[in-house]
Every structure is written in C-alpha cells, then in structure tokens.
C-alpha cells in the first residue's frame, strides 16, 4: 500500500472497486509469464477472460522459477504421518520428483488436455501428481479419497480419464484404509482408463492387474529429473473439481492456469499476509479446494514453507494439532470451524499443554463459524494476539472473495467486507439490494480465479449460476450485510448440505438411499448439530414387505457408504409410512427441515397430504 501511496483499508477497496484491471494487472506481473497478456480482462458476462493471450504455466511459477532461485534449497512441504513420520521436501526435491512423474506420464501417453483422476489421501503423491499433469498440460481431476468407489467411477468417468492414481492404502485414526483394494470393484466400469498408478504407501496386500496397473515407483525410477514445463495458453484448463450441486449429478468445477494462478497467489499473500520465513499450515484435505488453492498451488506460488498433515487431527489425542504447530512453530494457520468446535469439546487444557506462541494470524474456512467458537480460536488458540480471517468462497470461486485482511477491524462471526475489485451484495428475489434481513448472496464483478465453466455443461454453468439475476454470479448462500458494510454469512439456500465443513448434496444422498432394494422413498435434509454444523438426518419410506429394525439402519447407512462415502452416511435415519409432498409430488423438504429443528412448519396448504406432517412428529 505504500509503495502505491494508499493510506489505508478503505481506500484500498475504493482503488480496487475504481480499477479492478489496475489491481490485477499489478499482481499478475509478479509472476513470469512467457508470453505477456495483451489485455487483462475480457468480460463477456457469464464468460470471462483473464490475462488474455498470455502464455502461462501454473507450475513454471510454483516451482521452475524457485529452482533458480535462492529457494532452490528451501523447505516447501514438512509432511507428517499419521504414525509420527516426517518427509521434508526442499523445492528442488519437489521439482525433481514433479519432472520424473511428468516424465513417467509422458511416456504412458498422457499430453495436453487428457484428463487424469488423482485419489490419494493426504501424501506428498498427492500434489506430485497434480503438479506433473499441470506440468504437461493434463487436466487434474482429484478425487477425495474419503469419498467411496462409485464416487470415483461416476466422477472418473464424467472426465473420461485416461490414467488414474491410487494409493495401496492409506491412515485414518490408526487403521489403514485399502483404497486400492475399494477402487479395484469399479475399475472395470471406467472404459476410458488405460493405466492404474499405485503409490505404495501403508504397505497393505493389493493385487496388481498385468497390462493396466503399475507402481509409482516402477515408473518414476529412472526417469530424467529435468522435464520440459508445457507454454500453456492462461486460459488453458488446469484442473477439474467435482463439488456438490442441487441435483444428484456432481458439477465438474473448471479452473484454468493464468486467472487461477494470479487470484490465489493474490490472496495468499493479501489476506495471510504471507512471508518467506513463515511456516504455513492450511490444515485441510487437498482433495477439497481449499487444499487445491492453498496447502497446493498458493504457497508454492509464494516460494513458502507449509505443513502437510496426513492424519485425522484428533488422533493419538486431542493435542495432536497443537502439538504440530508447537514442533514446526507454524507462523499462520487456517482450519475449519467445525475443527474448532471439536476442540472447544475437548477443552483448552489440551493446546495449553503447548507453545502456540509462534502463531501471527489464524484463518477459518467452509462454513459460517459462530461467535463463540470465534472467541475460543482467538483466546485459547491465537492467546487474544492474533486476528482471525474469516474467508469466505467455494469451489467455484478458486479464491477468497470475502473475507477481512489483517487490517481489517473483526467483528467475531462477521467475514467482513469483498476482497479488493470484488462487489459482493445482498439481494431480495427481485435482484435488489437488501438491508435488512438476509437475501441471496450475489458476486457483480468478475474475479480472475473465477470458474470458467462447467466441464461439459456449458448449460448448467448458465443455468445454475447465472440466469437467476442477469450479470450477478449466485453463490447458493444466504447473507446478510449490516449497517457497516459487513458480511455475515448464514448458509446455504439450495439443497446442499454443509457437514463439518463438506459440501454434499441432499440429491445425492437421496439417490444412493433409494438405489437399496428395500427403499421406496427418501428425504434428506440437515439437521443442526454442535460440532459438524449440520449433519444428514434421512427419512425413509420402506417397500411394501420390509420391515423397519436397527439393522436397516445399519445396512442403510452402510450402503451410503459404500455409494459415496463415509462423509455422506447419514447419521439419523426415520421410517416413516408417507412424505409431506405438494400435489405435483415433490416432497416438501421444507417442512420436514422445520420439523428436524423444531420450529414452526409454516404455511402448508400446498401440501397433498397433510397428514404426513404428524408421522414426521412420530418419527423425530
Ligand atoms: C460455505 C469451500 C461461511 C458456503 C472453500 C459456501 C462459508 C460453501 C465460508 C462452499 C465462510 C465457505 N463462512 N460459510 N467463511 N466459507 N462457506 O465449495 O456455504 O467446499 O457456499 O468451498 O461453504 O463450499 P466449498
């Protein structure tokens, strides 16, 4: 700000909302571009440009540069096991390792535009392999490894990905998870799949099928350490992230190299205030986006240092977290508020019995984080010193669109004001802005991390986030700005649920229930819970001759398991004989969310069957 002689916050955001290509222009050149953009922006609402005939690539900034820098021998990732084993990785091990599974990807056949799905938990793998297909100019599709196999197939195939990447197995809470052995059932449904890459990890029996599957290791050894970085054009895709939408099929997020790269750099550096002699911890999973933007693709951007956990963050004990940040000395650090629920639980002796003093600025992501909580992270986490910032995004945004900086004045459950030449708004069904009371959160101005599509559906992209207002991105959230400008986020509007900070769609958990033999019917709908902010309550309708038990309910929850994943199994399940539906037959989820909170069920005089109202009772 001085270099640029601006005095201060407010004025900040008035040169940002005045010049928005100013701002990012200035940014952008603090990377190295190999060819200069001829224009910063090309706005053609719903589809923008950034950096437009620029020739870019992501990893070209997030490494290369580095390697001939005096980071060359710097830390890029200290990784820790779930067991107690570390890896540190220098920026000239990573690029080393990038360059031999760019090589190894090459010589399978993989070039510009194939897509590779990626399912790997939290191992340095992990952001090897996406850094190699981003390398070469291959599409990265990540699939959370807590999700389950037909997630995978239906996301895998949607991508129609020419090789993709697992793991033999993989520690969660001291076991090891077979995630080889859990994809191998589905493999066969994947026609587009040539290879199966296999990292060996947790050393578990897998069975290696001749021709299609191959280990990391056979094929990473003895490959060149140098590789050349693919000139991408900046508006070249760079990965795909599946995330949940309001109908059962997930919606293919699509980033891009140039505008990707240039926002999450951007906000790194801005909102964490970031510096090269940080430890820099994002203790999230990579397979979400928040892992994507910032455990991957910002710090390395940045040239910083950051931790990489495996495990679950409670585990041997509940000191586990702290006693990470004590070890590495983590300068910043960004969890969810459904982490720091947890830990209120378990009480402050347990980051007592740490130093934390080495914290500077604490951050907090993926669903709204109530002033107690609040309060909790900055006295028992942040010893009242450090601010918090509270950033609001999602997926599609790649990036932090609103959210304070650490000059910010706080106020506790607030994510303050839209990130410089960001115009964020509160509007009624109209499009109008609203004061008072909460309205539909609307983004007006484009923003260079913004998605660019939806991988191959185009309609959807439109239809689902554009068509609503004209020239207003619609987030799905419902917000809230009061008289000082500041944001206050309350949730979601549509039907995606947000579950310890997971994005799942209520279509979805509905569609894997139904798949089971025995159910007819099944409404999901989220239920307000302490910790995890919302978690899945399901309400059955059984087939004609089946009986409801507890093993039912077993079987069921199991199934959802087994269909998309542990995140998705729900926690309650009710059988109930009838639905509350409107007469052209949809079920009212509405009235059933009121009955799950305990709150007035409302006007219900379009319902067909009213009836079904008191069984609801019965069942909760
Ligand atoms: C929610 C995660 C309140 C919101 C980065 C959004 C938040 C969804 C916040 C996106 C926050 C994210 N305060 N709510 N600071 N950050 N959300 O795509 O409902 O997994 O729409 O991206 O999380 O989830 P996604």
Known sequence: MERYGIKDYDELLQRGRDDPEWFWDELARELEWFQPYKKVLKWDPPHAEWFVEGKFNIVHNALDRHVGSWRKNKVAYIWEGELGQVKKLTYHDLYRKVNQMANALRGLGVGRGDRVAIYLPMILELPIAMLACAKIGAVHSVVFSGFWAKAFRERANDAQVKVAITVDGFYRRGKVIPLKENVDQVLDDIPSLEKLIVVRHAECPVEMKTGRDLWWDDVTQGQETVSPT??????????????????????????????????????????????????????????????????????????????????????????????????????????????????????????????????????????????????????????????????????????????????????????????????????????????????????????????????????????????????????????RVDEEGYFWIQGREDDVLNVAGHRISTAEVESALVSYDSVAEAAVVGKPDPVKGEEICSFIILKEDFKPSPRMKHHLREHVRQEIGPVASPACVNFVKDLPKTRSGKIMRRVIKAKVKGDDVGDISTLANPEAVDELDNAV
């Open 230 to 479: 693919e000139v991408m054009d900046a508006e070249d895709p760079l990965f795909i992230l599946y995330t949940s939408g309001t109908t059962g099929k997930p919606k293919g997020v699509l980033h891009v190299h140039g505008g990707y790269a240039v926002g999450i750099y951007t906000t790194l550096k801005l909102v964490f205030d970031l510096k090269d002699e940080d430890i820099w911890w994002c203790a999230a999973d990579i397979g979400w986006i928040t892992g994507h933007s910032y455990i991957v693709y910002a710090p390395l951007l940045m040239g910083a240092t950051s931790v990489m956990y495996e495990g679950a963050p409670d585990y041997p004990e509940a000191d586990r977290l702290w006693q990470i940040i004590e070890e590495y000395g983590v300068n910043v650090f960004y969890t969810a508020p459904t982490t720091i629920r947890l830990f209120m639980k378990y009480g402050e002796k347990w980051p007592q019995k740490h130093d934390l003093t080495s914290l500077r600025i604490l951050g907090s992501v993926g669903e709204p984080i109530n002033p107690e909580a609040w309060i909790w992270y900055h006295k028992h986490i942040g010893n009242r010193q450090c601010p918090i910032m509270d950033t609001w995004w999602q997926t599609e945004t790649g990036m932090h669109l609103i959210t304070p900086l650490p000059i910010t004045s706080l106020k506790p459950g607030s994510t303050v004001k839209p990130f410089p030449t960001i115009q964020a708004d509160v509007v009624d069904d109209e499009g109008k802005s609203v004061r008072e009371g909460g309205g539909h959160l609307v983004i007006k101005t484009p923003w260079p991390a913004m998605f660019r599509t939806l991988y191959q559906d185009p309609e959807r992209y439109v239809d689902a986030y554009w068509s609503k207002f004209p020239r207003m991105y619609l987030s799905g959230d419902v917000a």
